[in-house]
C-alpha cells in the first residue's frame, strides 16, 4: 500500500497542521505494514502556478514538475493533505498542486452525461488547521471545495481531522490539537 504525505503549511515547525499530518502518518506506518510513504512538502518545494506556459506546455521543467506530482499522486492508495486556512481558503501552494492533479484525460473525464471522476478507490485524509471556527458553517471554504475536488475525480472517501480556533489563546489551541489527535480514525478499520 503507498501513501502520499502532502504538508503545505508555511509555518514550519510552528504548524498545526504539519503536526496532525505527522501524527496520521505514523499511525498508518504502525499500523500497515510495508507501507510506502512519499512525501512532499508544497512550501519548501512548491508546483508553479498554472500559467499559459505550463499548460500549452512552453515551460518545460513546469510540465516535468506537474507530471511527477501527478505520478505520486496516481500512485497513491491513501494520501494525507496538511492545510493550513489561509484568508479563508486553502495555501496558494496546495491549489497550485489541485491544478496540476485535476487534468481531464487524466483524473477526470466529461460525458455526454456529465465528468466521471477517473481517480476512484483512494482514500484522503485531510488535516486541516484553523485559526478560527468554520466546520459546517456557511463560510467554510475549506472542507467542502476539498471535498467537491477530490470528489470530482473520483474519490469519495474524504475523511476531515480539525483543529480549529487555534489562535484564539495558547489553551484554546493546545485543546484543538489534543482533540484533533484523539479524533484521527485507525487506519484498518478504515482500510477493511
Ligand atoms: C497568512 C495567514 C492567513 C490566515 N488566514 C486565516 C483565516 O482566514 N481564517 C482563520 O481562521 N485563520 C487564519 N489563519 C490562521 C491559521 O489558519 C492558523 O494559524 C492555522 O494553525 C494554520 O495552520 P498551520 O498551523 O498548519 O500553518 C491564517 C494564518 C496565516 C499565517
Same mark, same amino acid.
Given at each position: ?5 502532502? $504538508?503545505?503549511? %508555511?509555518?514550519? %515547525? ?25 512525501? +512532499?512538502?508544497? $512550501? ?18 513546469? &510540465?516535468?514538475?506537474?507530471?511527477? %506530482? ?13 492545510v ?6 486553502v ?7 489541485? $491544478? +496540476? ?25 485531510v488535516?486541516e ?50 482533540? &484533533? ?7 484498518? +478499520?478504515?482500510? &477493511?
Amino acid at each position: 500500500m503507498k501513501l502520499l504525505h502532502i $504538508d503545505s503549511s %508555511a509555518l514550519a %515547525a510552528n504548524s498545526v497542521s504539519r503536526q496532525l499530518t505527522a501524527a496520521i502518518v505514523a499511525r498508518w506506518q504502525d499500523t500497515v505494514p510495508g507501507l510506502e510513504v512519499t512525501y +512532499r512538502d508544497l $512550501d519548501a518545494d512548491p508546483l508553479p502556478h498554472l500559467t499559459n506556459a505550463v499548460l500549452v506546455g512552453g515551460d518545460a521543467a513546469a &510540465a516535468q514538475a506537474g507530471e511527477a %506530482a501527478m505520478q505520486q499522486f496516481l500512485a497513491a492508495d491513501v494520501i494525507v493533505v496538511g492545510v493550513p486556512r489561509y484568508n479563508f481558503g486553502v495555501p496558494s501552494t496546495l491549489k497550485a498542486w489541485i $491544478d +496540476r492533479i485535476a487534468v481531464a484525460g487524466r483524473t477526470f473525464k466529461y460525458t455526454e452525461n456529465g465528468p466521471i471522476g477517473l481517480a476512484g478507490g483512494k482514500k484522503v485524509i485531510v488535516a486541516e488547521a484553523s485559526g478560527g471556527e468554520y466546520a459546517g458553517t456557511a463560510i467554510d471554504f475549506v472542507a467542502p471545495y476539498l471535498k467537491q475536488v477530490f470528489g470530482f475525480l473520483g474519490i469519495t472517501d474524504v475523511e476531515f481531522v480539525r483543529a480549529e480556533r487555534v489562535a484564539y489563546s495558547p489553551q484554546h489551541k493546545a485543546e484543538a490539537i489534543e482533540a &484533533a489527535l484523539a479524533s484521527i480514525p485507525t487506519p484498518l +478499520r478504515q482500510a &477493511a
